[in-house]
């Protein structure tokens, strides 16, 4: 009974199995055009976070820039105008700002 049935089903045609290729050019489009340079800013932004030193000058995420005077683990200490002195998180730095000559 179970083997007469296996034999009376009829398999797929190819037509059937061509249905499925634009979805999967869809993700590989996706792929390549959305996540895979997303990752590659973010380990570029997680690289240049992690080089900077002291007395590099940074523009975090608000726009407030100043001149790096403490780095930690996770954290830096900027100073702004004057002595005043903020601390951030590593990952609010936006970017570093390179001194004009």
Known sequence: MVMQFLLDTEMPDASAYLSFLPLILLIVLFYFLLIRPQRKREKQDKL???????????????????????V??????????????????????????????
């Open 48 to 70: 240049m976070r992690d080089s900077i030193s002291t007395g590099d000058r940074v523009c975090t995420i608000g726009g407030i820039i100043g001149r790096v005077v403490q």
């Open 72 to 101: 930690n683990d996770d954290e830096i200490v900027l100073e702004t105008s004057g002595s005043t002195r903020i601390r951030f998180n590593k990952w609010a730095i936006r970017s570093r700002i390179e001194d004009e000559a």
